[in-house]
């Protein structure tokens, strides 16, 4: 996979607001972000985009991904960072959108959730929910 780089979530979240280009681009479910949650970014006065990479339930590939992002004609030098559960489906993400000539393409590392827990849960270990950053949940 050929993307920009790996970014912390608490280092993405400082990026996003102070640089005003900077998008945030959530790649996963709709089933995740109504039950599990979303990012806040109303501090900064932002919005996730929400574009689902796999579409849920029998996560194919969005097909529409690439032409969805292009279609919203974002600068190709935008700062995209691209988030998912724990960081593997936003690496696909970001190296299509490399693939496609954007040039700042970016995975958050731990995603939204990090890893499981040694319970085997997710949103204690790494990831944007235990950071302690903002997020809201439906």
């Known amino acids: ?18 640089n005003e280009k900077a998008i945030l681009v959530d790649v996963r479910t709709q089933a995740e972000w109504a039950f ?9 006065n932002k919005t996730p985009l929400l574009l689902s990479w796999q579409i849920f ?7 529409d991904f690439v032409r969805t992002i292009v279609d919203m004609d974002i600068p190709k030098d935008s700062p995209l960072y691209f988030l998912c559960r724990s960081g593997v489906r936003s690496k696909a993400a970001a190296s299509a959108m490399m693939a496609e000539g954007y040039s700042q393409c970016f995975n958050i590392l731990e995603g939204f959730e990090g890893d499981r827990d040694a319970a085997g849960h997710r949103g204690t270990c790494g990831g944007w929910k235990a950071a302690g950053l903002p997020w809201t949940q439906s």
Do not use: F, H, R
Not at 1 to 18: C, F, P, R, S
Not at 57 to 63: E, S, Y
């Open 36 to 44: 599990v949650g979303l990012c806040d970014l109303s501090q900064m």
């Open 57 to 63: 339930p029998q996560m194919n590939i969005n097909g």
């Open 1 to 18: 996979m050929n993307y920009t780089g790996d970014v912390a979530v608490e280092e993405v979240w400082k990026i996003l607001a102070e």
